[in-house]
């Protein structure tokens, strides 16, 4: 048996993890000797973060990590920890095409994605940031996909991404000067490169460009959860 090294991707999984845990504690407990352990389990969290981000000579950031847990830590119900819930646009044009933008941040190629704005619902927060992001204006047609945003790779914090297949209705190419390099339309034979995730989404989102009727999409289950795959 082979020793696999452990990876990044699993290293913020189990930070943040363990952090939800704790927040959730801190947000439920009236023990203060219960919110002393939770705080632990915060800055061991921290920890392995930071050596996940920066690596194990170099994890300095810990304490940095902590604050920003503890500033979301609330009371009862309010403070239980879930994923962030974003939205993304599978959007086609005329010629069945697909709508990708170089993202600002990563330099990465993706469908156009938001995080969801409270008092939008979630086909609302589509439209908004996709005219938002490119100046297209589109019409969600149905829901094709359901990501978890840090298997995908896309985010280093929790995230579920639901994933709409929309049409263009309207507008031009006009990229947001903050939030895109470029963008464009692409078909499945030409996408960009380097392009974030494409391995898992590609498949669906032409599937269903080109008029089949598939079930949601979701990310497969790992067994056990803890030594799943990263994939």
């Not at 504690?25 to 981000?53: C, N």
């Not at 991404?161 to 499945?188: N, V």
Request: with cysteine; aromatic share 8%.
């Amino acid at each position: 048996m082979t020793n696999q090294p452990i990876s990044e991707k699993a290293l913020r999984r189990w930070a943040e993890s363990l952090a939800g845990v704790a927040q959730t504690g801190l947000g439920f407990t009236q023990s203060q000797y219960e919110r002393e352990r939770f705080e632990e389990v915060l800055k061991i969290a921290g920890d392995i973060k930071a050596a996940a981000d920066v690596g194990l000579s170099d994890a300095l950031d810990a304490d940095g990590h902590v604050s920003e847990w503890m500033k979301s830590v609330g009371s009862g119900v309010a403070g239980y920890a879930t994923p962030k819930v974003a939205v993304g646009a599978a959007v086609t044009n005329d010629r069945g095409e697909l709508l990708l933008i170089q993202r600002a941040d990563s330099k990465m190629w993706l469908y156009p994605t938001g995080w969801c704005d409270v008092g939008y619902s979630a086909p609302e927060v589509v439209v908004k940031e996709v005219r938002e992001e490119t100046g297209i204006e589109v019409e969600p047609v149905r829901l094709i996909g359901v990501l978890d945003g840090m298997r995908l790779g896309a985010s280093r914090i929790p995230l579920y991404s639901l994933l709409f297949f929309c049409r263009m209705t309207g507008g031009s190419l006009e990229i947001h000067p903050l939030e895109c390099l470029d963008a464009g339309w692409f078909t499945r034979d030409n996408l960009p490169s380097p392009t974030l995730g494409a391995e898992r989404w590609a498949d669906p989102i032409f599937s269903a460009i080109a008029g089949e009727q598939r079930d949601v999409f979701y990310d497969d289950l790992r067994r056990p959860v803890w030594r799943g795959g990263d994939e």
